[in-house]
């Protein structure tokens, strides 16, 4: 059983590394074994971490990533796999949101937050698994989600109709690649708090959120390392096009 969760053989890139989520979730996988390449565009904050990592005898390497270009997607996975070795396991977790209302959104928002989120994701997943498939290996996609892809709240359509995309596409996907030995499952988060919401949490709207959460709390970076960790591993081998929710009962409501 010590073995279940084991991603040491793996290498794994994970997009969005550079904050939040991405970063807690490169931290943990790296901690765990995995060859970890982290990816983004603030190049910077990414060759922190990898120092980071690094320094605490993991290995990682730092490579620019726009998503929403496909040519500098192509460009990430082959200096991805010239500094680790080929991808085995992509966690796919780039994305942003635009607070304004629907009649307020403009189609650059909408582009931007579409294009990240929803273009990005698929087309990344795409040229990670067309290498998967020519190179005859077992692969294992985790698209990041949200519970906004299923519930909503106001002031970010575009955001929950991207997520509500990469849900359905993770389910195509799955199905599309699961007899070439590659399966690809989603983590829908609910409401989690990183440096980029954090003074959120404290103001009046913030607490009155919080209060919605079956839980009573908001969720901490950490309560998705083990969601992560069964989805990156073989412990979820015999699942693909599923979700995996982890939001405090959020969706209960």
């Known amino acids: 059983m010590?073995?279940?969760?084991?991603?040491?053989?793996?290498?794994?890139?994970?997009?969005?590394?550079?904050?939040?989520?991405?970063?807690?979730?490169?931290?943990?996988?790296?901690?765990?074994?995995?060859?970890?390449?982290?990816?983004?565009?603030?190049?910077?904050?990414?060759?922190?971490?990898?120092?980071?990592?690094?320094?605490?005898?993991?290995?990682a390497a730092a490579v620019a990533l726009d998503v929403t270009d496909t040519a500098s997607i192509a460009k990430a996975v082959d200096a991805a796999e010239a500094?680790?070795?080929?991808?085995?396991?992509?966690?796919?977790?780039?994305?942003?949101?635009?607070?304004?209302?629907?009649?307020?959104?403009?189609?650059?928002?909408?582009?931007a937050v579409i294009g990240a989120n929803l273009k990005g994701a698929y087309f990344l997943a795409t040229e990670v698994a067309r290498r998967m498939i020519a190179r005859g290996q077992h692969g294992n996609i985790v698209n990041i989600a949200s519970v906004l892809g299923t519930g909503v709240l106001k002031a970010v359509s575009p955001y929950a109709i991207s997520k509500a995309g990469i849900l359905q596409a993770t389910k195509a996907m799955a199905l599309e690649l699961a007899g070439q030995n590659i399966r690809i499952n989603a983590l829908a988060p609910g409401y989690i708090d990183t440096e980029m919401n954090h003074a959120f949490w404290s103001t009046p709207?913030?607490?009155?959120?919080?209060?919605?959460?079956?839980?009573?709390?908001?969720?901490?970076?950490?309560?998705?390392?083990?969601?992560?960790?069964?989805?990156?591993?073989?412990?979820?081998?015999?699942?693909?096009?599923?979700?995996?929710?982890?939001?405090?009962?959020?969706l209960l409501n």
């Open 2 to 59: 010590s073995d279940l969760f084991d991603v040491s053989k793996e290498t794994i890139l994970v997009t969005g590394a550079s904050q939040g989520l991405g970063r807690q979730f490169a931290r943990v996988l790296a901690a765990h074994g995995a060859s970890v390449a982290l990816a983004a565009r603030q190049t910077e904050k990414l060759k922190n971490l990898e120092e980071e990592i690094r320094g605490k005898g993991g290995r």
């Open 83 to 111: 500094a680790l070795g080929p991808v085995t396991v992509l966690i796919n977790n780039a994305g942003i949101a635009i607070e304004k209302l629907a009649t307020e959104q403009t189609e650059a928002d909408w582009d």
């Open 205 to 250: 709207a913030g607490e009155r959120l919080a209060k919605r959460i079956p839980q009573r709390r908001v969720g901490a970076e950490s309560d998705l390392d083990g969601a992560i960790l069964l989805l990156a591993s073989n412990a979820s081998r015999y699942m693909t096009g599923s979700v995996v929710t982890v939001d405090g009962g959020f």
